[in-house]
């Protein structure tokens, strides 16, 4: 049982509206990250939070943004919707310490469909 | 920069069967490696991880992958398929920090 928790599980939005994704990580853990799945694909690194900062961004747009809260909870902010930001958005959490090997916690993500 | 490339978006084997997920992988730096399993409208849970060491990986369900630096693969096997195994494989790398590259997938049916 990961621990990690998406809301909305699903949701339909349309273009040009903007989006809220909302996420909480599996306790303990510190570090936050999102990922997009497109129907089809691997998921794509959006980009990962640590103690409320954002620490590393993958390939897209300023119009994805995103906070991470003191409880290190998180959410995913997406404006000006496009039809191809219809995907699985994955929540995962992790524990950053040294030597960090990348094991991620993930959520069952949010659907977003863009019509 | 680094990469992951699945040979196979489809695989179908027998239960009983042998189970072989191919992985090859690009990365300018040591890699860490993962496989992680998705089954139906779920998140990802992680199967196995190789960072340094052994290079061959047990994981979890019986499932093994075997780092091959020289071939740049890290293949995931099962001696024998259960309808259970059913589900999306993601093959993916990392650069010693847990920003993942993944793989596009390969979906794996077993039939009786």
């Known amino acids: 049982e990961t621990g990690v928790t998406q809301s909305p599980t699903h949701l339909i939005k349309t273009r040009g509206q903007q989006v809220t994704l909302r996420c909480s990580s599996q306790?303990?853990?510190?570090?936050v990250s999102w990922y997009q799945q497109a129907l089809g694909q691997g998921p794509q690194f959006i980009f990962q939070?640590?103690?409320?900062?954002?620490?590393g961004r993958g390939n897209f747009p300023p119009r994805f943004s995103g906070l991470q809260f003191p409880n290190y909870s998180s959410e995913l902010n997406v404006n000006a919707l496009e039809l191809d930001d219809s995907a699985l958005y994955l929540c995962?959490?992790?524990?950053?310490?040294?030597?960090?090997?990348?094991?991620?916690?993930f959520g069952e993500g949010s659907r977003l469909t863009v019509l | 920069a680094q990469s992951v490339t699945q040979l196979g978006s489809h695989v179908s084997v027998s239960e009983g069967a042998l189970v072989l997920l191919r992985c090859n992988y690009s990365s300018s730096v040591p890699p860490y490696l993962f496989w992680y399993v998705q089954y139906p409208n779920q998140g990802l849970q992680l199967l196995l991880k190789y960072t340094t060491g052994a290079t061959l990986v047990k994981g979890i369900n019986g499932f093994e992958a075997e780092f091959k630096k020289s071939e740049t693969s890290f293949h995931l096997t099962k001696p024998s398929a259960h309808m259970s195994d059913a589900a999306e494989y993601f093959c993916a790398v990392s650069d010693n920090t847990d920003k993942l590259i993944f793989g596009t997938g390969t979906r794996l049916q077993v039939f009786p």
């Open positions: 306790s303990g853990h510190n570090t």
């Open positions: 939070y640590y103690r409320e900062e954002e620490n």
């Open positions: 995962a959490s992790s524990l950053a310490q040294r030597g960090n090997t990348g094991e991620l916690f």
